[in-house]
């Protein structure tokens, strides 16, 4: 559900609130970018979590525009697309697709949290220690950003930067 005329794309790490986020609040999307990425025609949506950093994932021919696409899509419903951060890539690709996005990541202070709620959601060993490993690198890089960023302190969430900031957020009905 879109609110205004305006959407702003997130492309946040792991951990800062996007699921959450667009649970709660129907004019927010959390394009989840595994089923973009990888074949799961045979994977229950369930499993994602479980399934991020595994090695036998086949990646699809589409990737990555078929989630452009679905982001550009996503922006004419809703007022919020939250996306992966992709940290792990050696050129961001929303840049190369002209997408213009903000960034949104944790101190490194609060990102020592971040691994404890990764093994609470249920992410495997190797998805947190891939995240860990690059954390210092995406942190440079999002701190080097020239364009909007968010930068989480402590326990604060994407949910409590925005409403700090005073993005309109809708929330769903309670049936």
Known sequence: MKSSNNSIIISGFG???KTFLAKKYKNCIDLESSPYKYDYSDV????YEKLKGSKNRI????WPENYIEAIKKATKEYDIVC???NGDEKVDFYDTYGLN???CYPTKSAYKK???RFKDRGNSKDWIEKNKSYYD????RCKNFKGKKILLHNDETLEDALI?????LIPKDKN
């Not at 229950?44 to 499993?47: A, F, N, P, R, T």
């Not at 690198?137 to 440079?140: E, F, G, L, W």
């Not at 700090?164 to 309109?168: A, F």
Request: charged share 40%.
């Open 15 to 17: 951990g800062v609130g």
């Open 44 to 47: 229950k949506k369930i499993d």
């Open 59 to 62: 990646i699809r021919k589409e």
């Open 83 to 85: 996306v992966r951060y």
């Open 101 to 103: 996005y903000m960034v």
């Open 114 to 116: 971040y691994i404890q």
């Open 137 to 140: 690198i995406a942190y440079k």
């Open 164 to 168: 700090k900031r005073k993005y309109t």
